[in-house]
């Protein structure tokens, strides 16, 4: 067999992780003929006596063409670092996956890749910033890469897939699993007009570590990561900091220093990190990649504009929608005077009433 489906197999095999496939593939060249190999030979490769047992028994031509069936059923391809297709920056990375699933479009991974990330729970203010740059960064071809997760990263691959752009997902589990299960549609919708991607094969159960482990491809496929909203123990900080060791450019929104939200973001500011206040701030970093750069402001309100009391409620509501009541005890105000402010921004068209007396900033 050719050396890249035995890489595949290697990859698929139970037991067999990154650094065996490295100490197999670092030896003599011979290992093309893996599926003759002896129980001795997988031992002299750097296997325990079990491992090279069940490898000399199972890890057979049949076997492995059963599992490239398997995946083509799936439309799932392949790529092999051995592949020209496989994305040059992820090899340049200190530790690039060996094997990439991917489903959809992979012309993808030659595009100019921003990663976008942030926390699972996002506050208002964190979303709608996270769209506008999205929606920035699309206008201008870059392709938006993400997690998948909930929060940040959902929104940011949906802000994509409406503007029309390019969203490439990082899975942190197997290639054919949507997780969390309410994004199982948006999975969907990215394996339909932009592209799935994962280093785990079908089959893969999860275990701790894949989700921090899938961090450093969201990084190494871009060449900047941005960081909308994270607090201080928020795995998006683990993104940014790989992306600092592979040399690449880290960005991070500002926010409130009041929110615990924007604690992280603030402390990568502190630390080097470009600080992005509209589309251009990223996009002037790239300019050989591009036609031009979007300059633009914020879809938000003026807030300039508001009143002292109506900008104190405003920006309670940067922090997510919040209700009457707990707008009352977060404030300290009597009924008359909420209600009159709430119905001023209403009226100023900077906030709306949600059902349930639920109020959000537009």
Known sequence: MDKRSILIGLHESPGIGWKKIAGILSGNDDWEHAPDFSPADWMERGLESELALRMSQGFTPSWIEARMELMDRKGI????????????????????????????????????????IGTRVPTAYG???????????????????????????????????????????????AIDVAYPREHA???????????????????????????????????????????????VRSGSLITADQALEEGRDVFAVPGPITSPKSRG???????????VMEPGDILEEYGPWLKGVSRETPPVADVNELTIEERRIYHMLEQGNTSFEGLME???????????????????????QLPGFVYKII
């Open 77 to 116: 391809r392949p790529i092999t670092v051995y592949d020209p297709s496989y994305p040059i920056l992820m090899k340049e990375t200190g530790r690039p996956p060996w094997v990439l699933y991917t489903i959809g479009d992979t012309k993808l991974l030659a595009s100019l890749s921003i990663a976008m």
């Open 127 to 173: 979303r709608k910033v996270a769209t506008w740059l999205t929606e920035g960064l699309c206008a201008q071809g870059v392709a938006i890469v993400s997690g998948l997760a909930r929060g940040i990263d959902g929104i940011c691959h949906q802000a994509a897939l409406n503007a029309g752009g390019l969203t490439i997902a990082v899975l942190g589990t």
């Open 185 to 231: 549609g948006l999975y969907r919708q990215i394996a339909e007009r932009g592209l799935i991607l994962s280093e785990y094969p079908v089959g893969t159960q999860g275990r701790p570590g894949m989700f921090p482990q899938r961090n450093r491809i969201i990084a190494g496929l871009s060449r900047g990561t941005v960081v909308v909203e994270a607090d």
């Open 265 to 275: 973001t603030l402390g990568l500011i502190k630390q080097g990190a470009k600080l």
């Open 330 to 352: 977060e404030s300290g105000w009597d009924f008359g005077l909420l209600h009159s402010v709430l119905l001023s921004l209403i009226m100023k068209k900077a906030v709306v």
